[in-house]
């Protein structure tokens, strides 16, 4: 099995540790290094820091990051903010949550096919064409613990717009016409139904990836003067 590079060392002998590993509950002493592999989403590493300071553990995810997508439409003068409903139990364990559409990038895609694949599975709705890349660099989700120093490495945002004749009004916001979506074909990760919220909404949401995303199309739509759009 490949296994991705990383920054993460071998511990040399004698060097001090903060960090413990256990293994089936139980301590094992003087781990040198230490790799969880799996071939679709990446390396999980832990030894010694770069700078040889410290111990540490890094992810080196298939890619350096995934990616992510986001819908929008503007609707009666208005910016709606699509996102998805489903449970992650490590953001919120006593409920499901809301965030854009994004996922891990398959070893064989691109970041491109990432995100248009990733919306159509959670979205259930066929806008390959509409689909494009943000402005701005490759992000890095937690600089502490997440590498993406290869080249092209790191998490792509990348944007869809729905035209106001594919939503329709609803309590919550808007919801895409039914006979645009598809049967769901990917409950695995518990997708329970997307809605687009007002962006103010969107922004207030405990999902980094959600804030960053609309953040770059933020920059994206002021570039091309629809702030007035935005601040309504």
């Known amino acids: 099995m490949k296994i991705l ?8 002998r004698g060097m001090g540790r903060g960090w413990s590993v256990f293994i089936n509950e139980k301590p094992v002493p003087d781990v040198r290094e230490l790799q969880l ?27 350096g990051g995934g990616a992510v997508i986001v819908p929008f439409v503007r609707f009666q003068n208005r910016l709606f903010i699509g996102v998805v409903e489903q449970n ?7 409920g499901p949550v809301l965030n854009v559409p994004r996922g891990f990038m398959d070893p064989k895609e691109s970041h491109f096919e990432s995100a248009v694949r990733e919306f159509r599975e959670e979205v259930r709705v066929e806008t390959v064409a509409r689909v494009f890349l943000l402005d701005g660099e490759p ?7 997440f590498e ?3 080249e092209g490495e790191g998490v792509r945002f990348y944007a869809v717009e729905m035209m106001a ?9 808007l919801s895409i016409r039914k006979d645009l979506v598809k049967p769901m074909s990917k409950s695995a990760e518990g997708i329970m139904n997307s809605v687009f919220i007002p962006w103010q909404k969107a922004m207030l949401l405990g999902d980094m990836m959600t804030l960053s995303g609309v953040g770059r199309l933020f920059a994206y739509l002021s570039a091309r003067q629809f702030v007035h759009v935005c601040l309504d």
């Open 5 to 12: 590079p990383t920054l993460i060392e071998a511990i040399p």
């Open 37 to 63: 592999v799996h071939e679709k989403f990446g390396t999980l590493t832990y030894g010694k820091n770069p700078s040889g300071k410290f111990d540490q553990w890094a992810f080196h995810e298939v890619g």
């Open 88 to 94: 992650r139990p490590f953001q919120k364990n006593s």
């Open 139 to 145: 992000g890095n989700p937690n600089s502490a613990f």
């Open 148 to 150: 993406t120093w290869g």
């Open 165 to 173: 004749d594919e939503v329709k009004a609803a309590p919550y916001g």
